[in-house]
């Protein structure tokens, strides 16, 4: 069975730390996407790599950045966490190509920063 | 990637079928029309994506109008464990980015 796994489902944070959020699969994908959450606004696309070492900015990715130097894994790091980034996110990955490919979710990382 | 309509919420009694509409009319010929579902707190989940023919598997069917402006998610026997929110996507290949819009709410009653 295909996997993506985040490493923490709950985690509380402080104003001002830098938060670490990490996701593995193993299913080889290419691409990989942090997404966050909110109450009445949906999924929205923080940032998402089509490669190691490649990167690309979603919608908001303001407050956040990303790594990956491994194929099967993807941080999120939020250098500087602030209240308004209490949030559920959620790591996806997809197999690259030119359509019709899946998008597998992990089970989401429901981050509190006070 | 075209956006996506759907009803903010539907009802359905336990063992009927659900019927989920989406309108999708900008969508170009490139573009594939996915469903997902997100059950409270988890991600979401894969269910069924087609280009033009009907979809069907072992969830659920799509239906997919001739002028690909619509398209319905069928769930033949809802049970309560189908209560969710199920998101329309339409996505091309423009960079593998998927957008989820609000989705729709579906209520499987007893």
């Known amino acids: 069975d295909v996997k993506v796994t985040q490493s923490s489902r709950y985690l509380v944070k402080r104003t001002g730390e830098k938060v670490f959020l990490e996701c593995v699969q193993d299913m080889d994908h290419e691409n990989m996407f942090w997404y966050r959450q909110d109450p009445g606004l949906g999924l929205r696309l923080i940032y998402f790599s089509y490669d190691v070492k490649m990167k690309e900015k979603g919608d908001i990715p303001e407050g956040y950045s990303v790594s990956r130097e491994k194929k099967e894994r993807f941080s999120l790091i939020l250098e500087s966490a602030s209240t308004n980034q209490t949030s559920m996110y959620l790591c996806?990955?997809?197999?690259?190509?030119?359509?019709?490919?899946?998008?597998?979710f992990g089970s989401g990382t429901q981050l509190s920063v006070l | 990637d075209a956006k996506t309509t759907q009803p903010p919420s539907m009802d359905c009694a336990e063992g009927r079928a659900a019927n989920l509409p989406c309108n999708h009319s900008t969508i170009s010929g490139n573009e594939y029309v996915y469903w997902y579902r997100q059950i409270h707190s988890q991600g979401p989940q894969y269910i069924i994506h087609g280009l033009k023919n009907n979809e069907t598997n072992e969830m659920a069917s799509l239906i997919i109008t001739e002028d690909r402006k619509s398209s319905t998610l069928i769930l033949p026997h809802a049970t309560l464990r189908d209560t969710a929110v199920y998101y329309c996507?339409?996505?091309?290949?423009?960079?593998?980015?998927?957008?989820f819009g609000s989705g729709t709410k579906l209520n499987v009653k007893p």
């Open positions: 996507i339409v996505h091309g290949s423009n960079f593998n980015k998927f957008y």
């Open positions: 996806a990955s997809s197999q690259a190509g030119g359509g019709g490919e899946k998008l597998f």
